[in-house]
Each structure stands twice: as C-alpha cells, then as structure tokens.
C-alpha cells in the first residue's frame, strides 16, 4: 500500500472507519474512497457489485458493521446476524470479483468463546461457547474470518482480520441509552452536576479500552504486513477495573458528586484481555495510555457532541 493507492473505507462515518480515515489523510494518503449509507447501502449485493465496478479499488478496510451493546444485541440478534453477514458477503466477494489487493474485516473480542483462557489468543476461536447475548453478531463475524480464509484457499485472494478489545474516541456512539461503557460514562458524569451517579453492577469487572487512534494505526500496520487471512488481535495492553474507570472519568470531567453502584444489575463477563503479542512481535505497541486517551475523548465530547 503506497500514497497513491486506491483505498475504500467501508464505514467511514463510524468510530473505527473515521479514524482509520483520519490517520490516512495524516499520512498523506491521496485516494481515499468513501460512500455514505444513503448512498451506498451495503446490505444490498447488486449496489455494492456496481460501486466495486465504478470505483478502482485496490485496498478495503471493512470497518462497516451493525453495533450495539449487550441490549441490542440480544434484542435484535435477527438484525445483526443478517445486517452483519450480508455487509462483509458483499464487500469480501466484490473485492475478489475486482481484484482487490488486500481486504482488511474488523471484528471484535466478542468473537471468541465465553470461557476462552486469558489472556485470549486467536488460537482460542471456535474452541468453546460464545456469550449467548452476543451469539448473532459474532457468529456473522466469525463467518467473515471463515470467508477469508476460504478465499484465500481457493482463490489465493489476500485478506487479513483484525480483532480489536474495547474502542473509544472520537465518533463514538453517546446515546444515552445504547451506547458503550466509556461514552456512556462521560455524558453521566458530564451531565450529573452535583449527582449521584449510579452505575451498573458492583464495578469489579476489568476491562481492557483503546484509544481508536491506536487501532487505525495497528489497522495500517497491519494491512502492510499480512495477506493470509490471519486472525489478529489487537490490545492495548492496559487492564482497568469498572469502579477505577468510573472514578478517573468523574476526576477528568470534574464531576464532584458521589458514585453509588447498583449491584442489582448485571456485571458482565468478569475479565477478557487479548493477546496481542502477535502483533507486538512485529513491532507495533499503541501510543496512548488510558488517562491520555479519555481526556480526549471527553474534550471531544465537549466540543462535538454538547455544543
Ligand atoms: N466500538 C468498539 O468498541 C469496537 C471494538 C472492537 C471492534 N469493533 C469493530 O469495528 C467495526 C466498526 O465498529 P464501530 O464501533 O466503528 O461502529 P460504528 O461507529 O457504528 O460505525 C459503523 C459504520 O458502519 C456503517 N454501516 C452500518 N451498516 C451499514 C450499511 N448497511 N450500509 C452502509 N454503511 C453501514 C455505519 O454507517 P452510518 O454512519 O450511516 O450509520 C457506520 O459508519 C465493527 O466491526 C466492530 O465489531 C468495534
């Protein structure tokens, strides 16, 4: 992949395809090609195959997807296997079809089995259950990364699939109520003045975030070092408890209220780091700790989202 290459971001509206597209444009890549959804509906084949034959397209980073939290997952698991599947079909088989170069899929931790070991490997996938909440979506991931990888064998078509843990940043979803852990905190917070902010469960479930700007960069480190369709994870190597989170985000915010936890609600899986020494044999580490990350998420929050 070179300045002048022909490269198309599936979702480059979103939280990932943004930044990919950000980091792009920073490097002083000169082709980059996007379509909006009302102009461009993934879903439908016929669409997607004349976009592919207007368009020359050498590289795609796939990060187009239907999203949600454990709620709308499991609320519209029809939705998300159909949506999902249909998305990655269409642009995967289109890429072959017009000799795509290489063909980057993003998914997610939730693609790997309820019990897996810790810290997951990729050798961990279809070794075990899935999380039933979020069985649909990941199993439409799960067919991409099989996609690929039979392409791969019978037609040699060069892809890869990178699986990132828990994102945040700019272009993040703060729905009040369907939205991911970090920017659902910052509007509480932001918005409780003196409070109280109550959170779910009891606030020991660890996680592990990333500053989206660190996973458009694994993104094109990635895309430049491997064509096998191989399974890649992506970690920031940073593990958090819920109740640490919630307290450095209130401190960032200058929340000054109490936090009250109910523990009446569901906590979630308990710890879920990725191995991503993969990747970080290669060289590749992200650049932002945690603090750095959220105190520019929560300046974009005050400056996009509430103005
Ligand atoms: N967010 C995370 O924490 C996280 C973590 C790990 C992995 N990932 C993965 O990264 C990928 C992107 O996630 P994200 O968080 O960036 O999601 P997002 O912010 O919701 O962005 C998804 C993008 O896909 C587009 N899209 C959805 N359905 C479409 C359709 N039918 N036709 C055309 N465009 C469509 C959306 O378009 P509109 O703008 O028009 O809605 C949006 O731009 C997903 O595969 C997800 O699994 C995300």
């Given at each position: 992949?070179?300045?002048?290459?022909?490269?198309?971001?599936?979702?480059?509206?979103?939280?990932v395809g943004s930044a990919i597209f950000r980091e792009l444009k920073r490097r002083g890549f000169k082709n980059i090609i996007t379509a909006n959804r009302c102009d461009l509906d993934l879903i439908n084949s016929t669409k997607v195959s004349e976009f592919f034959s207007e368009n020359k397209i050498e590289y795609v980073f796939d990060a187009a997807a239907r999203v949600g939290g454990i709620k709308a997952n499991d609320t519209y698991s029809g939705e998300f296997i159909f949506q999902n599947t249909m998305i990655q079909t269409n642009l995967i088989h289109n890429s072959y079809l017009y000799k795509v170069k290489k063909f980057l899929l993003l998914g997610s931790v939730c693609i790997y089995p309820k019990f897996a070991p810790i810290p997951v490997k990729e050798a961990s996938l279809l070794c075990g259950e899935l999380e039933p909440t979020n069985e649909a979506y990941a199993i439409a991931k799960i067919h991409g990364i099989k996609m690929l990888q039979a392409y791969k064998k019978q037609y040699g078509f060069k892809g890869l699939?990178?699986?990132p843990c828990n994102l945040y940043g700019p272009n993040d979803n703060y729905?009040?109520?369907?939205?991911?852990?970090?920017?659902?905190l910052i509007r509480k917070f932001h918005e409780a003045k003196n409070g109280p902010v109550i959170c779910w469960g009891d606030g020991t479930p660890m996680r592990e975030f990333m500053y989206v700007d660190d996973l458009a960069d694994a993104a094109i480190f990635a895309m430049k070092r491997y064509e096998n369709a191989e399974l890649i994870n992506v970690g920031s190597g940073e593990d958090v408890s819920i109740k640490n989170l919630a307290e450095m985000i209130s401190e960032l915010t200058g929340y000054k209220g109490n936090i009250l936890w109910d523990k009446s609600k569901p906590n979630g899986t308990p710890k879920r780091p990725l191995d991503y020494s993969k990747l970080k044999l290669l060289g590749?580490?992200?650049?932002?700790?945690?603090?750095?990350?959220?105190?520019?998420a929560i300046n974009y929050f005050k400056k996009e989202i509430i103005n």
């Open positions: 992949m070179h300045k002048e290459s022909y490269i198309y971001i599936a979702g480059h509206n979103g939280l699939a990178l699986m729905h009040p109520d369907n939205s991911h852990v970090i920017p659902a590749w580490e992200p650049k932002y700790k945690l603090r750095q990350g959220l105190e520019k």
